[in-house]
């Protein structure tokens, strides 16, 4: 009878065959799975032996594992800032880098009472459920909008499960609130924070087999990945206050492309911050009162006199 050192071993090494990254993590992990046990208790095991019983659903997980599917849908869940959040193939698999953006926003936005923050993009729902939990001493009013309504059921699936207090649209960018009067749809008041990690892969570059399990609604933004982030950023500034954090996630080649963006539209201060790895992800930027729609429409009627 094999003990788990065995199928650790053997696992690990069929995944590195089939050129599954982090195989000795994922064999991990779906044994935890399987056998319903915390990682400290497996190495404490080592040697217990696995009956067929329990072999056999490890099996057909390993397979898939093999073909690229990925352990977030394998195992149902990801955790996320110290949260366990729901995962499947209707919306993109949260990634470390995006853990990252959160943290630096909540580093650099300053909290008010009842502050208002936009998750534009929202997939799983991650971004502003976190932020929702982690500012749920200022009351703040969370809205998260996402093209796909597989998606945004599983973002409140997410926000029921971690007891989060969020609103949901379902919304191409803006275009939920762009027309009221053919639209039901009330334009929210403008935001103070907005987090988006839209669609930037290239049309037609290649991914790696496990990210082509995500929706390519999510992966995709034109020729050269910044189609989505062009219109998100020119579109969101009737909706943005004074002074507005806006920060996205875009590609390792794109920060600076998208700061230059941000800065042409008139967002000041402009920047880009670095992941973990050196690579600049992070461009930001903030609203300046012109952004407003009171202030297009004085210029309007300045115009109008003059």
């Not at 099996?59 to 849908?73: A, T």
């Not at 907005?194 to 892969?201: F, G, H």
Request: a negative charge; hydrophobic letters at 40%; aromatic letters at 6%.
């Amino acid at each position: 009878m094999k003990t788990i050192q065995d199928i650790l071993t053997s696992g690990t090494a069929y995944l590195e065959a089939r050129g599954v990254e982090g195989a000795r993590h994922s064999m991990q992990s779906l044994l935890v799975h399987v056998l319903g046990c915390s990682k400290t208790w497996l190495y404490l095991h080592h040697d217990d032996p696995l009956t067929e019983q329990q072999l056999a659903p490890l099996r057909e997980l390993l397979r898939e594992r093999g073909k690229g599917v990925p352990l977030q849908h394998l195992l149902g869940s990801t955790e996320f800032y110290r949260r366990e959040f729901r995962t499947d193939a209707r919306a993109l698999i949260p990634r470390p880098e995006t853990e990252e953006l959160v943290e630096f926003a909540l580093r650099m936005v300053k909290p008010a009472p009842g502050m208002r923050v936009l998750d534009m993009g929202c997939g799983s729902g991650i971004i502003g459920i976190t932020l929702a939990l982690e500012l749920a001493k200022h009351s703040p009013e969370v809205v998260m909008a996402d093209i796909s309504e597989p998606a945004l059921a599983l973002t409140l699936e997410n926000a029921t499960s971690l007891g989060a207090k969020v609103r949901t649209y379902r919304s191409n960018l803006f275009e939920a609130w762009q027309n009221p009067g053919d639209n039901p749809v009330v334009p929210p008041a403008p935001f103070h924070l907005v987090l988006a990690n839209l669609p930037y892969v290239p049309d037609g570059e290649a991914v790696s087999a496990e990210v082509s399990h995500d929706p390519s609604t999510a992966l995709y933004g034109g020729p050269d990945g910044l189609d989505i982030v062009r219109r998100f950023l020119e579109d969101a500034r009737p909706y943005l206050a004074e002074d507005c954090l806006v920060m996205l996630e875009v590609g390792h080649d794109q920060g600076e492309t998208t700061r230059a963006i941000m800065q042409e539209l008139g967002y000041r201060d402009t920047a880009v911050l670095t992941d973990m790895s050196g690579k600049p992800r992070f461009p930001y930027g903030y609203a300046t009162a012109a952004f407003a729609p009171q202030a297009e429409e004085s210029a309007e009627q300045e115009d109008s006199e003059a």
